[in-house]
C-alpha cells in the first residue's frame, strides 16, 4: 500500500508529572516552533492552556501540536503530529480519544518512581490498539534515579500485559525533559545523557519507529471526529484524522451521525496546526490531523464520508463510569446573595449568577459533547440530574469550572457505580500504588485496613522508602486523601486507577467524627468561636453568614451536635473585678472543593457558589432532622 512519508502521528503517554508536556515543550522549541526573540517569553508547560491546569499542574485535555522536523541529511521536512495526552486516570476518556488518532506511542516513565498505575493503564491501552511503543526514560537527571530497574519493571509491565514479541521489542530513549537532551546511551544514574545536547536522537527515533500512514488511492473519503472546539466566530470546530482519501475546504461530504443517519454537509472551513497555532488550508490527504468547521451538531466518533460511498469508521468506545454524585441548583437560604451572604458588591455579580435548573442542565448538555467519559442521568427530582464519570477528581474538576462560570450547585455527596453479575452486586475496585516513608508503613496499613483494602505487592528499594500496592473498594477511597497525607505528615504519594468489578466489600465507615451544625441563621462571632473550638475543628471565620443547617466544623466525637455558632457576649453596665481574659481564636481549618466533597456524609450535601463552598445537611431544619433520626431507629 502506498505511505505518507512527509507525516508521522505519535502520542505521548505518561503517568502524572512524569514530565510529558515538558517534553513537548522541548520538542516544539528545538523544531524552530518558536521565533528566536519569543524563546524568552514561551511558558512552560505550554501545551496547559487552562487555567485549572496551570493551577493544578497536570493536563485534563488532550491537546494536539505539529512540529516541522528537518532531517539532518537535508532531506524533505517531514510534519510530526503529536497529542498530549492527560497523565491521571480519571481522564482516561481524553486518553482513548488521543490514540485513536496516532500510529504509535511514547511510554514516558521516570527514572525514579518507574511504571505506576496510570503507565499501566494507558500501555494496555495502546497495547489493545496495536501500536509500536517507543520507551523513554526521563528525569534520568534526579539524584535518586535507578534506570536500569526501571527499565527491568517496565519490561516486566509488558510481559504482565500479554504484549506480543513485536512489541516487547521496542527502543529506549533516555532523556532530561527539562534540559531538552535525549540519547540512545544510558547514562550513569542521576546525570543528564552526556554525548548530545539537544533532542537529535529522540526525533530520529521517532522517524525510524513510528509507522508512516498507509492508504489505499482508490478508497473513498473517509476522516474520524476525534475532538471537538468551539470558535466565536466559525462556530463548532471537528478535530479529525483523515483515514482515506482528501479533505477539501469547500467539499460536500456524508456526515454520518450516532444514530446511523447520513447528511450531506459542506466544509466551510479546513484548517490545519502548525505549532500552536491553526492555520488555513485548502487541502487535508490520508493521515493528516486537521479541523473543520460548518457543521454545527457534529459529535465525537462520527464520520465524514463519500457522499457517493459513505462507509462509517466505528465509534469511539471507552471505559465504564465508576463514580457518580448529584448536581442540582442551589436549594440553599442564600442563594444567589454573594460570597458573605449579605449580598455582592456588585449587583452585575449576582444579576450574572447562574441559579436556574434550564441553565444547570443546558450546562451539563454542553459539557457531554466533548466529554465522552461523562454521563447525565434523570433523578426524581426535576431540579437535580445524576452525573457520572471516571473518578472523583473529574467530576470536582467539572464542577470547578462551572463555578467559575457563575453557577451555583448542590452537590451531593459522591457514590461508586454498582452493577449486577448473576444477580449479585459488584462495586468498582482500584489498584492503589503507595509510595511512603517507612516510618508510615503501619500507619497506612491500618488505614487500608479499615477501607477494606487488600495488600498485593510490597518493594523496598532501599532508599528509605516502601511501596506497596493494594486493591481497594472505589467507595473506600472517597476521601481517603486528605487523611492519607495527614496520617504520613505529607509525604505520602498515592496513585490508583480503576481495575474491574467485584462483589460489595460490605459496609465501610471511613469517617469517625460527626459534625458541628448551626442551628439558626446569623453572622459568626468571636465570642462564640472561643467557647466552641474545644468541641472540635471549626471551618468558619468570624464575620461569615451562617444558616440553620450549615456544618461549621468537624465534632470530636462520633455524633453530630447542633450548636450557636452566632452567639455574641452579654452587656451588662456593671465594672468587672478582673480584666477579660483574651484567648487566641485557632484559625479555621481551610476546605478546598474537594476536600468538602470527601468530608461528606450521606446525609450532607456541598452547596457551591462562585465565591464560597459551604457544606450543609440535606434535610437544614433541626426538628425534621431529628424526626428522621428518631424514625430511623424504631
Not at 310 to 332: F, H, K, R, Y
Not at 370 to 397: C, F, K, M, Y
Not at 502 to 522: C, H, I, M, Q, Y
Amino acid at each position: 500500500m502506498p505511505t505518507r512519508h512527509d507525516i508521522r502521528n505519535v502520542a505521548i503517554v505518561a503517568h502524572v508529572d512524569h514530565g510529558k508536556t515538558t517534553i513537548v515543550d522541548a520538542m516544539l522549541k528545538q523544531a524552530g516552533a518558536f521565533a528566536a526573540h519569543q524563546l524568552d517569553s514561551v511558558d512552560d508547560r505550554v501545551m496547559d492552556s487552562n487555567d485549572l491546569e496551570r493551577e493544578k499542574g497536570i493536563t485534563i485535555l488532550a491537546k494536539n501540536t505539529a512540529v516541522k522536523y528537518h532531517p539532518k541529511d537535508g532531506g524533505e521536512p517531514i510534519t510530526i503530529n503529536i497529542i498530549d495526552t492527560p497523565g491521571h486516570a480519571d481522564f482516561g476518556g481524553e486518553v482513548e480519544r488521543g490514540l485513536s488518532m496516532v500510529d504509535a506511542v511514547v511510554l514516558l516513565v521516570d527514572a525514579s518512581e518507574g511504571p505506576l498505575p496510570q503507565t499501566r493503564f494507558v500501555l494496555r491501552k495502546a497495547l489493545a490498539q496495536r501500536l509500536p511503543v517507543i520507551l523513554c526514560i526521563n528525569k534520568t537527571d534526579r539524584p535518586d534515579s535507578r534506570i536500569d530497574e526501571v527499565v527491568n519493571e517496565t519490561y516486566d509491565l509488558f510481559l504482565d500485559l500479554d504484549a506480543d514479541e513485536d512489541q516487547i521489542e521496542f527502543p529506549i530513549v533516555y532523556a532530561c525533559g527539562r534540559d531538552g537532551i535525549a540519547s540512545l546511551t544510558k547514562p550513569e544514574d542521576g546525570t543528564v545523557p552526556a554525548d548530545s545536547t539537544n533532542l537529535e536522537p529522540f526525533f530520529s527515533t521517532l522517524l525510524q519507529h513510528v509507522p508512516a500512514p498507509e492508504y489505499d488511492e482508490s478508497a473513498p473519503l473517509q476522516a474520524h471526529v476525534t475532538n471537538l472546539d468551539a470558535d466565536n466566530f466559525l462556530g463548532r470546530i471537528a478535530l479529525l484524522r483523515v483515514e482515506q482519501g482528501e479533505l477539501r475546504k469547500g467539499q460536500t461530504v456524508a456526515w454520518m451521525k450516532r444514530d446511523g443517519s447520513v447528511q450531506n454537509v459542506r466544509i466551510t472551513e479546513l484548517m490545519m496546526t502548525e505549532a500552536l497555532t491553526r492555520k488555513p488550508a485548502e487541502v487535508a490527504g490520508p493521515g493528516d490531523i486537521c479541523a473543520v468547521a460548518g457543521i454545527p451538531d457534529i459529535m465525537i466518533g462520527e464520520t465524514l464520508a463519500d457522499p457517493e460511498n459513505p462507509v462509517a469508521l466505528p465509534l469511539i468506545t471507552v471505559d465504564e463510569p465508576a463514580i457518580s454524585m448529584t448536581i442540582g441548583t442551589n436549594t440553599s437560604p442564600l442563594v444567589g446573595r454573594g460570597g458573605t451572604g449579605k449580598g455582592a458588591d456588585a449587583k452585575s455579580a449576582v444579576k450574572d449568577r447562574k441559579v436556574t435548573a434550564r441553565q444547570v442542565k443546558d450546562r451539563l448538555d454542553r459539557e457531554l459533547i466533548g466529554n465522552v467519559s461523562l454521563r447525565v442521568l434523570d433523578t426524581e427530582r426535576p431540579d437535580a440530574w445524576e452525573v457520572q464519570g471516571r473518578g472523583e477528581l473529574a467530576l470536582a474538576i467539572l464542577v470547578e469550572q462551572m463555578r467559575r462560570e457563575g453557577f451555583e450547585m448542590t452537590i451531593g455527596k459522591p457514590q461508586v457505580v454498582t452493577k449486577q453479575v448473576d444477580g449479585k452486586t459488584h462495586e468498582p475496585v482500584e489498584r492503589m500504588t503507595v509510595d511512603v516513608p517507612e516510618e508510615h508503613m503501619g500507619a497506612v496499613t491500618q488505614l487500608m485496613g479499615t477501607r477494606k483494602g487488600r495488600m498485593d505487592n510490597m518493594s523496598n528499594h532501599g532508599s528509605g522508602w516502601v511501596r506497596m500496592e493494594f486493591v481497594v473498594p472505589s467507595r473506600g477511597l472517597i476521601g481517603f486523601r486528605t487523611e492519607f497525607l495527614t496520617n504520613t505528615r505529607g509525604t505520602g504519594i498515592a496513585h490508583s486507577i480503576h481495575e474491574g468489578h467485584e462483589p460489595w466489600f460490605g459496609e465501610l465507615k471511613t469517617r469517625n467524627n460527626g459534625s458541628l451544625v448551626a442551628d439558626r441563621s446569623g453572622a459568626v462571632t468571636a465570642f462564640a468561636m472561643t467557647n466552641l473550638q474545644e468541641r472540635g475543628v471549626l471551618f468558619t471565620e468570624p464575620g461569615t453568614e451562617v444558616y440553620e443547617g450549615m456544618i461549621v466544623g468537624e465534632n470530636s466525637r462520633a455524633d453530630d451536635m447542633d450548636v450557636n455558632i452566632t452567639k455574641e457576649k452579654k452587656l451588662t453596665n456593671m465594672r468587672s473585678s478582673s480584666a477579660d481574659s483574651f484567648e487566641a481564636i485557632v484559625p479555621p481549618r481551610k476546605l478546598s472543593l474537594e476536600q468538602s466533597l470527601e468530608f461528606c456524609r450521606d446525609d450532607e450535601c456541598v452547596e457551591v457558589t462562585p465565591e464560597a463552598v459551604r457544606i450543609r445537611k440535606v434535610v437544614l431544619d433541626q426538628k425534621e432532622r431529628g424526626r428522621t433520626a428518631s424514625r430511623a431507629k424504631r
